[in-house]
């Protein structure tokens, strides 16, 4: 298992790796909607949130000779379902078909008050 870190990303704020390499797959932890360059949110809502939860995720990528053309599967976090259309008006241009397999679920809450965190499945 080989971690992979970059400065464009936020750090790991915990004991994991921004993502992991094994097997010929690369591991995305879950992005929250952190700017790595304020350390805070991106400022406005869901869709603000999206954005940059999937920018940290392509960065993280891009620190393993990936793109998010290379993304097989993502699950999305929602603090609130009624968010899901705006999400998925963001989600969607990220990505080309074929799409990546993706789950999308509500949770009760998120880390630091986030609206949506994202991870993600590469191969190489």
Same mark, same amino acid.
């Given at each position: 298992?080989?971690?992979?870190?970059?400065?464009?990303?936020?750090?790991?704020?915990?004991?994991?790796?921004?993502?992991? #390499?094994?097997?010929?797959?690369?591991?995305?932890?879950?992005?929250?909607?952190?700017?790595?360059?304020?350390? !805070?949110?991106?400022?406005?809502?869901?869709?603000?949130?999206?954005?940059?939860? $999937?920018?940290?995720?392509?960065?993280?990528?891009?620190?393993?000779?990936?793109?998010?053309?290379? =993304?097989?599967?993502?699950? =999305?976090? $929602? !603090?609130?379902?009624?968010?899901?259309? !705006?999400?998925? %008006?963001?989600?969607?241009?990220?990505?080309?078909?074929?799409?990546?397999?993706?789950?999308? =679920?509500?949770?009760?809450?998120?880390?630091?008050?986030? $609206?949506? %965190?994202? #991870?993600?499945?590469?191969?190489?």
């Amino acid at each position: 298992m080989k971690a992979i870190s970059t400065e464009k990303a936020p750090a790991a704020i915990g004991p994991y790796s921004q993502a992991v #390499e094994a097997g010929g797959f690369v591991f995305a932890s879950g992005q929250l909607p952190i700017d790595p360059a304020t350390g !805070a949110f991106a400022e406005g809502g869901i869709k603000e949130q999206t954005r940059q939860s $999937l920018k940290n995720a392509s960065e993280i990528l891009a620190a393993a000779g990936l793109t998010m053309a290379d =993304v097989v599967k993502t699950t =999305v976090f $929602l !603090a609130d379902m009624g968010d899901f259309a !705006a999400m998925n %008006e963001v989600y969607s241009s990220f990505f080309n078909t074929p799409y990546p397999a993706r789950s999308a =679920v509500a949770v009760k809450t998120l880390p630091k008050g986030a $609206l949506v %965190e994202i #991870e993600c499945i590469a191969a190489r």
